[in-house]
C-alpha cells in the first residue's frame, strides 16, 4: 500500500497540492484540478501521477487535515514545462503539511516524472530544494522522482533521495491504449494532447514495398537534429526519406560547428557541412503540428522501411557537468513508434536500446545494426545511424523486402509485449526504495 497526503480531498479524489484554488471539472467524474493552471505554473493541473497509479491498479490510500501514519508521502507534482521554476517553492507547502515534514511524520515527494534531463533546469531545481531545506524542511524527507533512470543527477542536486522512474513507458501504455480505442482510461489526465487522437491503429507496415527508407521524428529544438539532417544530406540521402526540419526553431548563427560535426572527419567534409548549414531552409519538407507531440502521417510511416527518432533532450552536456553524459532517457516517442508497430533507431542517450532490450523487447537486428547505441558523441552517433541507411539502400529491392518480413514477427511481439505488460510493479518498487534505501 502507498499512502499520499494531499490538502483537499474532494469527493473521494485528490486536489493537486500547492494549489489554493481549486475546480471541479464539468464532467460527471467532476475531478479537481488547478484553476489557475498556465503555461509558466510551477505545479500541474491535474494529480496525474496519483490517477496513473490508479489506473495500474496500485493501491494508494489517501490521508489529509490530521491523518498521519508511517511512510506517510505529500506529493507536489510539478509542470513538466519547468516554468515556475525561477520562483520559490515553500509556499507550495501548506503550513500543516510543513509542520508534519518538520516533524518528521511526514515525507516531502516532488514528482518531476517527465523531467528526463537537463543539467541547466536541474540546476534549477536544485536552488528550490535548497530553499526548502534552509526555510526548515529536513534534507532527508525531501525525495524527488525524475524520469531519468540511471539516476546522474543525484551528484547535481546533492540529495540522496533522487529515484529515476520509467514514467514514460508506464504513461504511454495507458495513452497508446485510449489513443488506439483498447482502453477508455482516458479520465487519468484532462486536457492532456497526449490523449486527443483515437485513431492510432497498428500500421499497415509490411504490407507492400515501402517507398522510402526512412522518416525521421525530429525534436525541433535539440542540435543532434541537425547534426542527422547534414549527416543525410551530405551522404545524397535525404532525397531516400522523409526529414521534416522547421529552421526557425533554431539559432542557426550561434551554432557552434564543433558541437555538429565529426573532430576526427577532413577539413574538406566540415566545411562542405558548414556550407551546407546556410542552406537547411531547403531541407524542409514542412512541420509537425506541434500541439501533439505523437501526431504523425500513416502514409509517411506505412511508405518507409523505418524511422529515427531524434530524442528531445540535447546529447551533448553542459561544460559543468559531464555526467551527464551517462544519462539514460526513453521518451514518448519510442513507445508511441512500438505501439504502432514500426521500426525505428534512436538518435538518443547511449545504451537506449540496450535498455530497451532488458524491458524484455526486440531489437530489428536484420535491418539495422545496433552499435550506434554504445557512441557518446552525437555527430558519431549520426554518421553510424546513416551507415544504416546507406546500407539498407545498398539492397535490392527483394533483399530488403526479405529483411523486412524477417523483422515483422518481433515488430508484432513488441507490440504485444508494451500493450500486455503489467506495470504496477514499477511503481511498488519506486516506493519499496524510497522506503527502505
Known sequence: ????????????????????????????????????????SCIAKFTTFYFTMKSHKVNVELFTNKQTRKNLYYPIELNHTYY??????????????????????????????????????????????????????????????????????????????????????????????????????????????????????????????????????????????????????NSKLL???????????????????????????????????????????????????????LSYDEDEYNNSVLSIICEENDLQPFAYYSQELAALRAGPRIWQHIALGHPFMVLGTVGTVEYLNNEGYFSYNDLIRQTYDLTYDPAIRSEQIVDNIRFLDSLSTDELNERISEVMPFVKKNREKFFNKRMEGKFIQLFVDMRYE
Request: glycine share 6%.
Open 1 to 40: 500500500m502507498i499512502y499520499f497526503y494531499y490538502d483537499e480531498i474532494i469527493e473521494g479524489q485528490p486536489a493537486p497540492n500547492g494549489s489554493r484554488n481549486i475546480g471541479l471539472t464539468k464532467d460527471a467524474r467532476r475531478v479537481p484540478y488547478y484553476k489557475g493552471y498556465n503555461a509558466r
Open 84 to 233: 515556475g521554476w525561477n520562483r520559490s517553492w515553500i509556499n507550495l507547502i501548506s503550513a500543516k503539511a510543513k509542520k508534519l515534514i518538520r516533524k518528521k511524520k511526514m515525507r516531502l515527494l516532488i514528482l518531476a516524472p517527465r523531467v528526463t534531463g537537463n543539467a541547466f533546469i536541474l540546476s534549477q531545481m536544485k536552488i528550490r530544494i535548497d530553499e526548502l531545506v534552509e526555510s526548515g524542511i529536513p534534507k532527508d524527507r525531501i525525495h524527488v522522482v525524475l524520469g531519468e533512470l540511471k539516476d546522474v543527477y543525484k551528484p547535481l542536486l546533492d540529495l540522496k533521495n533522487v529515484y529515476g522512474f520509467d514514467w514514460w513507458q508506464v504513461y504511454m501504455q495507458t495513452v497508446c491504449k485510449v489513443r488506439s480505442g483498447e482502453s477508455s482510461l482516458h479520465w487519468i489526465s484532462h486536457n492532456d494532447n497526449f490523449l486527443r487522437k483515437s485513431n492510432d491503429v497498428p500500421l499497415d507496415y509490411g504490407s507492400k514495398s515501402p517507398k522510402k527508407l526512412f522518416n525521421v521524428v525530429p525534436s525541433h529544438y535539440a542540435k543532434h537534429d541537425i547534426t542527422l539532417l547534414l549527416e543525410l544530406a
Open 239 to 293: 532525397e531516400k526519406g522523409s526529414f521534416t526540419f522547421d529552421h526557425n526553431n533554431y539559432k542557426l548563427d550561434n551554432t557552434n560547428p564543433k558541437s555538429l560535426f565529426n573532430a576526427r572527419k577532413s577539413s574538406v567534409e566540415t566545411e562542405h557541412k558548414k556550407g551546407l548549414i546556410k542552406n537547411l531552409e531547403q531541407f524542409s519538407n514542412g512541420i509537425i503540428d506541434q500541439n501533439d507531440k
